[in-house]
């Protein structure tokens, strides 16, 4: 299930347990992991994307990036946050660069994140580079943990994972729960710190305790795998469920494989199915598919061949394949193909992929 974490998560396929894929993400966002878009398979190989901070309190999940003042809390010029959480980016652009004059180090984080999204200011990673850069210099961790963002994906500035992990220690001794999860994950793979499973198991530890749902994730993963910790499938059931319960939709899957398997905590096992169903929706392809298991077989919910062709038809259409599920599609009657083929192709609709 590792995941090199700067940023989001990804999850696994259908593997007998928690099936733990080596994904990889650079966390932005307190909660968040990166969401794979509905329908499209779900990546077994690590990616680049690194955790970012979180954003706006209203919406940790989707559509977040950089920094907002959920993580940067002003203790000076309020006005230029509470625009930029108006929408009146205009205003706060404003305001923020009469704030840099004052020298407020979190106004450079502020400019810094509008001119990385091009909010209220033509979009240009390089000037955002510059104002994070020197937001970092003044001393505001929210800018030294973005710039070592961006140099851990090389957006805006030449790739370089030495310095992004120099950035993310930084920020991680301040007790910056995502630049630990980041910093963790580099001593878990190698990249830009020596490998050192137990420093990456402290450093992800930390984060979870925090709450990043990619952090309980991954720290899961460890316990089950024993790396840079002794192996335990307590423990390991323990954070996946408080991933799980956060709605990270890897977390969700895995976690409901593993209950239905007759494994996980039992004060979780009413929720495998729940879970699954939640994944699925997500658009998990592997989720979506074991959905279709259920309702076939009739596993925890009514059984229900419509249903399950359903699911597998939408399944099939991000890609992934099942002969025995589609046998179970070309034996339903005619016209139950042809609802179900119709249910599909509404939720795909629904779902934005046409």
């Known amino acids: 299930m590792m995941r090199l974490v700067f940023a989001l998560v990804m999850v696994s396929g259908l593997a007998a347990g928690p099936a733990y894929a080596d994904t990889s993400s650079w966390v932005m966002e307190t909660t968040e992991v990166p969401k794979p878009r509905p329908g499209k398979p779900v990546k077994i190989a690590p990616n680049e994307t690194f955790a970012k901070s979180p954003v706006a309190k209203k919406d940790v999940r989707p559509n977040a990036s950089a920094l907002s003042k959920s993580l940067v809390e002003p203790t000076g010029d309020e006005a230029a946050y509470i625009a930029f959480d108006q929408g009146q980016y205009l205003t706060a652009a404003k305001l923020a660069q009469e704030a840099v004059k004052r020298g407020d180090p979190q106004a450079h984080t502020l400019l810094g994140r509008m001119y990385a999204e091009g ?163 997500k658009g998990l392809p592997a989720a979506q598919n074991r959905l279709a298991y259920l309702f076939a077989e009739g596993v925890g919910v009514k059984k229900d061949p419509e249903e399950a062709a359903k699911w597998r038809l939408i399944a099939q259409a991000a890609g992934l394949k099942d002969e025995v599920l589609d046998e179970l599609v070309r034996k339903l009657p005619k016209a139950k193909q042809v609802a179900a083929r119709q249910a599909a192709s509404d939720w795909r609709e629904q779902a934005g992929l046409f």
């Open 119 to 281: 909010l209220g200011v033509p979009k240009n990673l390089n000037t955002a580079v510059s104002w994070y850069a020197k937001g970092d210099e003044l001393g505001d961790v929210n800018s030294s943990f973005a710039l070592a963002v961006l140099y851990a994906e090389g957006r805006g500035v030449k790739k370089n994972r030495d310095k992004a992990a120099e950035l993310f220690e930084k920020a991680a001794r301040t007790g910056h729960p995502q630049a630990n999860y980041n910093l963790g994950m580099l001593f878990l793979k190698g990249d830009g710190k020596p490998q050192n499973s137990y420093r990456a198991a402290m450093h992800i530890r930390y984060a979870a305790e925090k709450g990043v749902a990619a952090a309980q994730y991954d720290l899961a993963g460890l316990y089950q795998n024993g790396e840079g910790v002794q192996p335990n499938a307590v423990d390991a059931s323990r954070w996946l469920s408080k991933a799980a319960e956060q709605g990270l939709p890897e977390a969700q899957f895995e976690y409901a494989v593993v209950l239905l398997r007759g494994l996980g905590l039992t004060k979780d096992e009413p929720k495998a199915v729940p879970y699954l169903k939640a994944a699925a929706q």
